[in-house]
């Protein structure tokens, strides 16, 4: 696999172009590159948390259980919530964590996600959050 680097200007040059025809659902900003599996799982964990907290459930009206696991729209559980949470927050709902989902969080939404990576974050993640530096 092949990374670029390219300039802000440039990512959304490229994505404009691709509004209508993706919705921009191919083109995502990855926020796990360079995570090991575990932190991948601690952070999947905190996104689910996150959910849970807000009360927003699966397709089934299931509250999410915190395997780790997100998958991909439509038949993972944790998906349809992030797709269910993305709708409350006026994203385009493609079950997908990323920065768009991020952006568009209130700081009340913010600190109580932040507070959820912390719990199923690794020691120096506690201690991060602890001094508030995340």
Not at 71 to 76: F, I
């Amino acid at each position: 696999m092949k990374k670029f680097t390219i300039s802000e200007s440039e990512k959304e040059r490229i994505l404009n172009m691709h509004v209508d025809a993706t919705k921009k659902q191919y083109l995502k900003e990855d926020l796990n590159q360079g995570m090991t599996d575990e932190d991948r799982y601690n952070y999947n964990r905190g996104i689910q948390c996150f959910l849970n907290k807000k009360e927003i459930t699966d397709g089934d009206g299931q509250q999410l259980k915190l395997d780790g696991s997100i998958g991909r729209l439509p038949n993972s559980k944790s998906a349809q919530a992030i797709a269910k949470y993305q709708r409350t927050i006026n994203v385009t709902p493609d079950g997908v964590w990323g920065e768009e989902t991020m952006g568009a969080m209130s700081e009340k939404d913010k600190a109580m996600f932040k507070q959820c990576i912390s719990d199923y974050g690794d020691l120096f993640t506690k201690i991060w959050h602890y001094f508030g530096w995340d």
